[in-house]
């Protein structure tokens, strides 16, 4: 999620804050149009270092 947050400050213009958010906002509409149980998925795609850090949730 990092590159994708560097690549719309740089080359967008916005903020870190506008990034974020829109980041953020891309995520839920995302996750909106797919079954809960893969919203995992999108999640561990815009940060897999959440993945590395959280096995836990892998069948329970």
């Known amino acids: 999620m990092q ?3 560097k690549e719309l400050i740089d080359k ?3 903020t870190e804050d506008q990034a ?3 980041v953020d906002t891309i995520k ?3 996750q909106s149009k797919l ?3 893969m ?3 999108v999640d561990n795609f815009l940060n897999p ?3 590395a850090e ?3 949730d892998f069948m329970g």
Do not use: N, R, W, Y
Request: proline content about 8%; glycine content about 8%; aromatic content about 4%.
């Open 35 to 37: 079954p809960p149980m």
């Open 54 to 56: 959280d096995s836990s």
């Open 3 to 5: 590159e994708l947050i």
């Open 12 to 14: 967008v213009g916005l």
């Open 39 to 41: 919203h995992g998925l």
């Open 49 to 51: 270092q959440a993945k």
């Open 20 to 22: 974020l958010k829109s």
């Open 28 to 30: 839920t509409f995302i």
